[in-house]
């Protein structure tokens, strides 16, 4: 009996890491075969909750897990690329486009399953394109998801011949809130309402569980998925939390309904069953399919109720980074291209001010090692790279009009201000990952190092600030005081490299932090090199 036992649970456990590895595999072969481009997707096809529903049905038939679509809807909201209420018609389509794994799991081919890891095996390792590569992925990862199945279905078996699971799963027929209870916590530990719903898929194969056992139990994997969500929401922004309770609610709501409705439902599966004559794995996919669907048809119309109920949950402000450009007005480029003009510096400053933000943010982080404030910083690096690409387009698109001479010199400082503003924040961004490894490899910095990189910290966020702000005002004398302090930085940059090298040759210092804190100066005064050249475009300018 051990020996069977332990061969069960190998079988089991072992079938449901490759079936886990399948779908992550096959999901990333379709990500990348797509071209990478599934936030685009999202960003512009969430116009409202119904292109919303499309939208993550399409993403998640991609990656193959709704929990990955709802982390990147959870991103983007808490990033302000999408509105809540696009969030929720985002989310409503990841429940949908999850089923499509459930019919996968319904055509029947694992016999065919080691074959087709052969394939795929041979498409991964002797073609050198990329693209055959990709599809190589699809198909191992499809073979793999098959032949985990088979090792669980293997492994559940043996059930058959123990008398406590017949009574439990005699109970969960009559119980159905217990059916639920196990589906949401076999969901929660194993973090994947695919391999859940595939098991309950196996069981029912089996003449392990009946229709109505397994209904409830599917309701639970439904609700046991939001987890991934709420995870990824720890710590994020009120954005964040709001989307992840979105999906807890929306999948609590459908649960309820459907427990109410569990009878009739049961029954219209049963007759679905009958007329198209389908395999028990199939039954479950269709019943699978037919709530996430219906649980979205009813609940569609309701999105403002659902947005308003979890505002009123989480309040606080929504997001952290609005991502989205504000000024850049299309009309203005054929109506006003002085108009135009003025409305992509006034971006090209709030493309400043996520800069300055980002630095001190990072300055934060260095000091408190706290991963709010990083994260943070990430975010406004984010938003600085996507209104680079917003104002470049958007002012090569303004250098076809007809522009005056002082208009076009204008011109030519935005774009170059765009670019040294982006470079900021790939600065910023560099010392972020050089905080990281310290923290990664316990590297410890001097109180010395530290009031030093203070200093210099300090310094360089006034020159930025002062930068930006004489381009806003087109200020002489505040564009001359950068020159000054860009110059300060300058010379501490070389000095306190020399202190630093000293407390190395003394002793006071490891290897490591040297590296760590000469990176850090070294983009700072990277930075103020930047700084300076916003602030020399205003004196030509003026001059």
């Known amino acids: 009996m051990e020996l069977n036992l332990q ?57 193959q897990s709704s929990s990955a679509t709802t982390v990147i809807t959870v991103g983007l909201v808490s990033a302000g690329f999408m509105t809540l209420r696009q969030a929720i018609g985002v989310i409503m389509g990841a429940n949908i486009g999850t089923t499509i794994t459930a019919f996968i799991i319904g055509i029947d081919i694992g016999e065919y399953s080691l074959p087709i890891i052969a394939v795929g095996s041979i498409l991964l390792f002797f ?52 059916g639920v209870v196990i589906g949401t916590l076999f969901t929660v530990i194993v973090q994947s309402s695919s391999a859940t719903i595939g098991i309950l898929q196996g069981l029912h194969a089996e003449n392990l569980i009946n229709l109505d056992g397994a209904l409830p ?86 999105v403002a109720g659902l947005a308003f109920i979890v505002t009123k949950l989480i309040p606080g402000d ?79 698109e303004l250098s076809t009009s007809s522009l005056s001479g002082n208009d076009s010199e204008e011109h030519s400082m935005l774009i170059d ?20 490894y310290q923290q990664a490899n316990k590297v410890k910095m001097t109180e010395t190092a530290m009031g030093d990189l203070e200093k210099m910290f300090n310094l360089t966020v006034r020159t930025v600030e002062d930068a930006l702000h004489s381009l806003d005002q087109n200020n002489l004398e505040i564009a001359s005081d950068v020159v000054k302090k860009e110059k300060e930085i300058d010379s501490m940059e070389r000095t306190l490299r020399k202190q630093h090298i000293l407390r190395m040759n003394e002793g006071v210092c490891t290897g490591q932090a040297g590296i760590v804190f000469v990176d850090i100066i070294s983009n700072l005064e990277r930075i103020g090199d930047h700084a300076v050249n916003i602030a020399e475009h205003v004196l030509g300018e003026r001059r």
């Open 127 to 178: 073609f050198k394109s990329k693209k055959i590569h990709h599809f190589g992925q699809i198909v191992f990862g499809f073979g793999a998801l098959f032949y985990g199945l088979e090792l669980m279905s293997g492994g559940m078996k043996p059930l058959r011949g123990l008398e406590s699971f017949h009574e439990l799963t005699v109970e969960m027929s009559s119980n159905p809130i217990l």
């Open 217 to 302: 139990v599917l309701f639970g994997d439904n609700i046991g998925t939001t987890i991934t969500a709420v995870l990824a929401a720890i710590g994020t922004s009120v954005a964040a939390k709001r989307a992840a309770a979105t999906h807890v609610l929306f999948n609590l709501i459908g649960a309820t309904i459907f427990l109410i409705l569990l009878h009739p439902f049961t029954a219209l599966i049963g007759i679905i069953k009958g007329n198209l004559g389908l395999n028990p794995e199939m039954t479950i996919a269709f019943a699978h399919g037919i709530f996430n669907t219906t649980n979205t048809l009813i609940q569609l119309p309701f």
């Open 318 to 396: 929504d997001a952290i980074v609005n991502y989205k450009a504000q000024h850049l007005d299309p009309v203005f480029i054929e109506q006003s291209p002085s108009i135009a003009l003025g409305q992509a510096k006034e971006e090209v400053l709030r493309m400043g001010k996520f800069a300055l933000k980002g630095l001190e943010e990072t300055f934060q982080f260095l000091k408190s090692k706290n991963v709010k404030h990083s994260t943070t910083a990430y975010q406004l690096e984010d938003a600085i790279n996507n209104l680079d690409r917003k104002i470049t387009d958007y002012l090569i």
């Open 7 to 63: 061969e069960m649970l190998f079988e089991f456990f072992g079938g449901l890491g490759i079936f886990l590895y399948g779908i992550k595999f096959m999901g990333d072969g379709l990500q990348k075969s797509a071209g990478e481009r599934l936030r685009d997707v999202l960003d512009r096809f969430t116009t409202n909750p119904i292109m919303g529903v499309f939208a993550g049905l399409i993403v998640t038939v991609l990656v």
């Open 417 to 436: 201000t765009v670019r040294d503003i982006e470079r900021i924040g790939d600065h910023f961004e560099n010392i972020l990952e050089l905080v990281e």
